[in-house]
């Protein structure tokens, strides 16, 4: 969603850089524009990293508590059989 909402920003701003006119180069306005939407892009896709990042630390935490819940379980299960053996 981060990557479409990026490619919006730039299509938007080469949309802006089109309708502004047909000079054969762009003003000041529009290239500060251009640099502050590249920005803007560059800060959001490192934004995405950190997420993907804290997402992938996230699943491995979850998947060291299913396996410590899964043990416990089996721990459980054998205490059970062992007490009704007895």
Not at 21 to 27: K, T
Not at 61 to 84: F, G, H, N, S, Y
């Amino acid at each position: 969603m981060k990557k479409s909402l990026c490619g919006l920003l730039v299509a938007g701003a080469m949309l802006s850089l089109v309708a502004a006119g047909c000079s054969s180069r762009p003003s000041a306005e529009e290239l500060k524009q251009l640099e502050d939407l590249k920005a803007e892009v560059a800060s959001l896709e490192r934004e995405i990293s950190a997420k993907e990042s804290e997402k992938a630390a996230l699943q491995r935490a979850i998947a060291e508590k299913d396996a410590q819940l899964k043990q416990c379980e089996q721990d459980k299960a054998l205490v059970q059989e062992r007490l009704q053996g007895m």
